[in-house]
């Protein structure tokens, strides 16, 4: 097995075999990563394209759980996403007001 990570990390630095330190909170976050993974998931460009109207079903109180779950599951993972899900809501309560 350490000689295909090995393999791995020479691909992953271009041909170059650097080491480096990975903390210990970094691999924590990793793992849950990987723990939570689906066999189908939704990618960024996925949630963009899908976010007004799951936005718009979540500020009208509707169950989005079984309507969007791989958005509702991509924005419990993605920060940036979900940055962007929360200016979306910030915007249409404001314009609801």
């Given at each position: 097995?350490?000689?295909?990570?090995?393999?791995?990390?020479?691909?992953?630095?271009?041909?170059?075999?650097?080491?480096?330190?990975?903390?210990?909170?970094?691999?924590?976050?990793?793992?849950?990563?990987?723990?939570?993974?689906?066999?189908?998931?939704?990618?960024?460009?996925?949630?963009?394209?899908?976010?007004?109207?799951?936005?718009?079903?979540?500020?009208?109180?509707?169950?989005?759980?079984?309507?969007?779950?791989?958005?509702?599951?991509?924005l419990e993972r993605c920060p940036d996403?979900?940055?962007?899900?929360?200016?979306?809501?910030?915007?249409?309560?404001?314009?609801?007001?």
């Open positions: 097995m350490s000689g295909l990570l090995d393999r791995f990390w020479v691909w992953f630095s271009g041909g170059r075999r650097t080491s480096f330190a990975v903390s210990p909170s970094s691999l924590a976050v990793l793992g849950r990563q990987i723990v939570s993974t689906q066999e189908v998931e939704f990618d960024c460009n996925d949630v963009y394209r899908l976010l007004d109207q799951f936005a718009e079903a979540v500020l009208q109180g509707e169950n989005v759980e079984p309507w969007m779950p791989l958005i509702r599951a991509h996403c979900r940055a962007e899900f929360e200016a979306l809501m910030r915007t249409l309560r404001t314009a609801k007001a």
